[in-house]
């Protein structure tokens, strides 16, 4: 069992940053950022492999965002750049094992953490 504890979400103008972070329990063998914005589906944002590093991006955060991580201290972080309203959602930790990318299948998740970005 994982637990998963999000933070670092708020509000910031477009163009701005914010770094979210996530805590949890145990070592993971794989950790991935969604995001569900108002009326939408959850959306696989990034993803990582802990033992390698490996990554996945979303198209629409390529270049924008970076998914990394402290496995001496089970954490992930996501650091969001250049900003933009769309981008407003509630962001959630997921963890496995089993892996899934960025489908939302994972079987641990966080309360999630909102992430306001106005115009």
């Known amino acids: 069992q994982v637990q998963l504890q999000e933070s670092g979400g708020g509000s910031v103008q477009a163009g701005g940053s914010l770094r979210l972070s996530c805590a949890a329990s145990?070592?993971?063998?794989?950790m991935a950022w969604f995001r569900r914005a108002p009326g939408k589906e959850r959306e696989g944002v990034a993803a990582i492999m802990s033992a390698t590093g490996s990554t996945q991006y979303a198209d629409s955060v390529k270049g924008r965002f970076t998914i990394s991580q402290d496995n001496a201290n089970n954490a992930l972080y996501l650091q969001m750049n250049s900003l933009k309203p769309e981008d407003t959602a509630m962001y959630y930790c997921?963890?496995?094992?089993?892996?899934?990318?960025?489908?939302?299948?994972?079987?641990?998740w966080g309360q999630g953490t909102q992430v306001t970005v106005s115009s």
């Open positions: 145990v070592p993971a063998y794989c």
């Open positions: 997921a963890a496995g094992p089993p892996c899934y990318g960025l489908t939302a299948k994972y079987n641990y």
